[in-house]
């Protein structure tokens, strides 16, 4: 049978985010031959341009950080927010191999994770909700210790750096915002800013990694000691099906098409389809309009393969994607500049959003997530986050950092949109005048009482954990009553798709008939989310992406060959 291909290893891997990353280092650490393709000239998939963020309920950092946590009380919480979504194997398997995904990966590889003490779950109402330990983040990593591999790496957003391709976080933002202002900030500044100037005379960018870039490098690290064979710009054309099962694909690399056997089988983990138009229409509201923050590259390659092999999609999600309001800024020459608004404006004190008729229509600090849902659900398509001067300097809002002396430039590329009164603004964002005035002075009396009876915003635990602490009485309610008065237009979007293969808890695609296709495995966006489209918290993404990659390398190595050796 060899001479039907080209090569033979024991595993091949479709992409490299942090599904792909996680199955192909299990069946590696378990020793098996593992090739890993990647369809960009990139390495990290959307993991390396996300916040990082990693749900895991029982993690074992979540007690240093003080957190009692319970599976019962995870599983409980699950339900509250999904309903009748929630398939209780899948939700299982997640929860008992989460803790043990960290412990090995930590154990094993370069992955290092730090707990978060303070982070509450997105619905905090709920039965179940915690206010932190669930969520754990990628400790920084020196992107220096990649070597030449750092080429390979996928850039974070350039919208999220700062100088050139400096990474930072919230703690360095407050820090550089205000280093004149203590000791403590200019030293952090400094110590940032010679770091960063070393780094780029080596580098085109800082190699001070964060969130998900620290993660996607340090799982890209973790393969190349494991010994995974990385090829990138490499796409699967077609998966090579026996008798039934899975026993290859051909590759469409640099050099052309190669067959390449697998042993023990295939796992799809190519990002979903985010990046395919056709897809889109198909599945998501306001298509036509919706902006993705997902690599392009990103076009449901892994899900049509599986569809092919007799893979089904799960059609009763939530939500088809995770979504998050995007606003756009076109540039001189023609190309766009997407951001998206996740945590760092919606819930500061002194901002609304409105529609198209000047009315708000939901609570501004609830996930990124929720608010999209309110934008679809209210059609405030597009809708609009309107702010004053005051907030401008100190918040900043989308693509305008905070401390920015003057908005011009923003202003003059049609992104940030401007008026010296309320009315002037409601005419340049083409809502009724009387409307948007109302909806300010609604919110400067609720800035006064700290109570938004409209809305509630400032209410729940999670919106005060994004807001400001040191306002009062309500870290979310701010007036809005310094001009200029300044908007910002924004449209749904996501950051990954939701919908995807169906499973069973071992990560293997489950044929039309509900029976597993031999050698077939599916895991990150191309697995259908075991949230069925909802978002409970954050890192509700990539916690499960690693956690079933895992489980699929260890299904993969237990599992039977389907080649003969």
């Given at each position: 049978?060899?001479?039907?291909?080209?090569?033979?290893?024991?595993?091949?891997?479709?992409?490299?985010?942090?599904?792909?990353?996680?199955?192909?280092?299990?069946?590696?650490?378990?020793?098996?031959?593992?090739?890993?393709?990647?369809?960009?000239?990139?390495?990290?998939?959307?993991?390396?341009?996300?916040?990082?963020?990693?749900?895991?309920?029982?993690?074992?950092?979540?007690?240093?950080?003080g957190?009692?946590?319970?599976?019962?009380?995870?599983?409980?919480?699950?339900?509250?927010?999904?309903?009748?979504?929630l398939?209780?194997?899948?939700?299982?398997?997640?929860?008992?191999?989460?803790?043990?995904?960290?412990?090995f990966?930590?154990?094993?590889?370069?992955?290092?994770f730090?707990a978060?003490?303070y982070?509450?779950?997105?619905?905090?109402?709920?039965?179940?909700?915690?206010?932190?330990?669930?969520?754990?983040?990628p400790?920084?990593?020196?992107?220096?210790?990649?070597?030449?591999?750092?080429?390979?790496l996928?850039?974070?957003?350039?919208?999220?750096?700062?100088?050139?391709?400096?990474?930072?976080?919230?703690?360095?933002?407050?820090?550089?915002?205000?280093?004149?202002?203590?000791?403590?900030?200019?030293?952090?500044?400094?110590?940032?800013?010679?770091?960063?100037?070393?780094?780029?005379?080596?580098?085109?960018r800082?190699?001070r990694?964060?969130?998900?870039?620290?993660?996607?490098?340090?799982?890209?690290?973790?393969?190349?000691?494991?010994?995974?064979?990385?090829?990138?710009?490499?796409?699967a054309?077609?998966?090579i099906v026996?008798?039934?099962?899975?026993?290859?694909?051909?590759?469409?690399?640099?050099?052309?098409?190669?067959?390449i056997?697998?042993?023990?089988g295939?796992?799809?983990?190519?990002g979903?389809?985010?990046?395919?138009?056709?897809?889109?229409?198909?599945?998501?509201?306001?298509?036509?309009?919706?902006?993705?923050?997902a690599?392009?590259?990103?076009?449901?390659?892994?899900?049509v393969?599986?569809?092919?092999?007799?893979?089904?999609?799960?059609?009763?999600?939530?939500?088809?994607?995770?979504?998050?309001?995007v606003?756009?800024?076109?540039?001189?020459?023609?190309?766009?500049?997407?951001?998206?608004?996740?945590?760092?404006d919606?819930?500061?004190?002194?901002?609304?959003?409105v529609?198209?008729e000047g009315?708000?229509?939901?609570?501004?600090?609830?996930?990124?997530h929720?608010?999209?849902?309110?934008?679809?659900?209210?059609g405030?398509?597009?809708?609009?986050?309107?702010?004053?001067?005051?907030?401008?300097?100190?918040y900043?809002?989308?693509?305008?950092?905070?401390?920015?002396?003057?908005?011009?430039?923003f202003v003059?590329?049609?992104?940030?949109?401007?008026?010296?009164?309320i009315?002037?603004?409601?005419?340049?964002?083409?809502?009724?005048?009387?409307a948007?005035?109302?909806?300010?002075?609604?919110?400067?009396?609720?800035?006064?009482?700290?109570?938004?009876?409209?809305?509630?915003?400032?209410?729940?635990?999670?919106?005060?954990?994004?807001?400001?602490?040191?306002?009062?009485?309500?870290?979310?309610?701010?007036?809005?009553?310094t001009?200029?008065?300044?908007?910002?237009?924004?449209?749904p979007?996501?950051?990954?798709?939701?919908?995807?293969l169906?499973?069973?808890p071992?990560?293997?695609v489950?044929?039309?008939?509900?029976?597993?296709i031999?050698?077939?495995?599916?895991?990150?966006?191309?697995?259908?989310?075991?949230?069925?489209g909802?978002?409970?918290?954050?890192?509700?993404t990539?916690?499960?992406?690693?956690?079933?990659?895992?489980?699929?390398?260890r299904?993969?190595?237990?599992?039977?060959?389907?080649?003969?050796r």
């Open positions: 049978m060899s001479e039907r291909f080209d090569e033979i290893c024991d595993v091949v891997v479709v992409g490299s985010g942090a599904g792909g990353m996680a199955a192909a280092i299990t069946a590696a650490k378990a020793g098996l031959d593992v090739l890993l393709i990647e369809k960009s000239e990139f390495v990290g998939g959307s993991t390396a341009v996300s916040g990082g963020a990693i749900w895991v309920p029982e993690n074992p950092h979540a007690a240093k950080a957190h009692a946590d319970s599976r019962e009380a995870a599983m409980t919480y699950v339900e509250a927010v999904l309903g009748n979504r398939q209780p194997d899948l939700m299982r398997a997640f929860l008992d191999n989460g803790p043990e995904m960290v412990r990966f930590e154990s094993e590889t370069a992955l290092r730090e978060r003490a982070s509450p779950d997105y619905q905090p109402e709920q039965p179940g909700a915690s206010k932190g330990g669930r969520t754990i983040d400790a920084p990593y020196d992107g220096n210790d990649l070597g030449a591999d750092f080429a390979l996928r850039p974070p957003l350039k919208e999220f750096t700062v100088l050139g391709g400096m990474m930072v976080n919230r703690k360095d933002i407050d820090a550089l915002v205000g280093r004149f202002h203590s000791l403590a900030n200019f030293r952090h500044s400094a110590k940032l800013l010679l770091q960063h100037a070393l780094d780029r005379l080596r580098h085109p800082g190699a990694l964060l969130m998900g870039n620290a993660l996607a490098g340090r799982l890209l690290k973790s393969a190349r000691l494991a010994g995974v064979d990385l090829r990138v710009e490499t796409a054309g077609s998966l026996d008798d039934g099962s899975v026993v290859g694909l051909v590759a469409k690399g640099p050099n052309g098409e190669r067959r056997g697998a042993r023990r295939v796992a799809l983990a190519s979903g389809f985010p990046a395919n138009a056709t897809m889109r229409s198909e599945h998501m509201p306001h298509a036509d309009v919706h902006r993705s923050m690599p392009a590259t990103d076009t449901g390659d892994g899900i393969l599986g569809l092919g092999a007799g893979g089904s999609l799960r059609d009763d999600n939530i939500g088809a994607a995770f979504w998050t309001p606003s756009v800024m076109r540039k001189q020459d023609g190309s766009e500049v997407q951001f998206p608004h996740l945590i760092l919606r819930a500061k004190p002194g901002l609304i959003a529609d198209g009315r708000r229509f939901a609570n501004e600090a609830t996930s990124y929720g608010f999209v849902e309110a934008m679809h659900a209210n405030a398509v597009p809708a609009f986050l309107v702010c004053d001067s005051a907030f401008l300097r100190k900043g809002l989308g693509l305008v950092h905070p401390g920015l002396k003057s908005p011009k430039a003059e590329t049609g992104y940030l949109f401007e008026g010296g009164d009315a002037a603004l409601a005419e340049r964002i083409g809502v009724p005048a009387a948007l005035a109302a909806e300010i002075a609604g919110m400067n009396e609720a800035a006064r009482s700290g109570v938004d009876p409209a809305f509630g915003k400032g209410t729940s635990e999670y919106n005060r954990y994004l807001g400001d602490p040191a306002r009062k009485p309500n870290p979310c309610l701010g007036p809005i009553e001009g200029p008065f300044y908007a910002v237009k924004v449209w979007g996501d950051i990954g798709t939701a919908t995807g169906i499973c069973d071992q990560a293997r489950l044929g039309r008939d509900e029976r597993p031999p050698g077939l495995y599916a895991c990150g966006n191309d697995m259908n989310s075991i949230m069925a909802a978002y409970p918290g954050a890192g509700i990539l916690g499960p992406a690693l956690t079933f990659g895992f489980i699929a390398g299904a993969l190595a237990a599992g039977p060959d389907h080649l003969p």
